[in-house]
């Protein structure tokens, strides 16, 4: 942030910048975690939910930046592109698609179903839903309802 500010960047470019450099890593720790076989759907889900729009942009750099380190067409660097490569025209696609549909459940649902009263928990359990339903699972109404009251009661809930 401090060289965007000296050399006068726009407000919008210093915090498109900022956030590629602080999340420049994650693509490269997904691709480990695909490699060591331990890489989830619900990480994925958590990363294209925290970066949304700029995941091509990333991803983009996060290729420019295998390239630069392991050297042109090394198997090391073809891999983590075919890789990103996956995971822009699959992973990404299908959240997309998935994350244009309408949320199984609502805060309303949360009052009249549940009986809760507005409150900074309805976003932590909305967020919950929201990432399961991401993730792959299939889940209706009732599905979704049931995971808020298991939700609630793995969750200490405020008085």
């Known amino acids: 942030k401090a ?4 050399y006068k960047y726009s407000t919008r470019h210093t915090s498109y910048i900022h956030f590629i450099v602080r999340h420049h890593t994650q693509p490269h720790s997904l691709y480990a975690a695909e490699q060591n076989k331990t890489l989830t759907p619900k990480d994925l ?4 939910m925290e970066c949304t729009d700029r995941i091509p942009d990333l991803m983009l750099h996060a290729i420019a930046e295998m390239k630069s380190k392991s050297g042109r067409g090394t198997p090391e660097g073809q891999a983590f592109l075919d890789f990103a490569v996956h995971v822009l025209q699959n992973d990404f696609a299908q959240f997309k698609s998935k994350a244009s549909t309408p949320p199984p459940i609502s805060g309303h649902d949360l009052i009249h179903a549940l009986g809760l009263k507005p409150s900074p928990l309805f ?9 399961e339903h991401l993730s792959g ?4 109404r009732a599905d979704a309802l049931r995971l808020a009251k298991k939700y609630l009661n793995n969750h200490q809930v405020p008085k």
């Open 137 to 140: 699972k299939k889940m209706n």
């Open 123 to 131: 976003k932590a359990i909305l967020r919950f839903i929201e990432e």
């Open 3 to 6: 060289i965007c500010k000296r």
């Open 45 to 48: 889900t958590l990363f294209f």
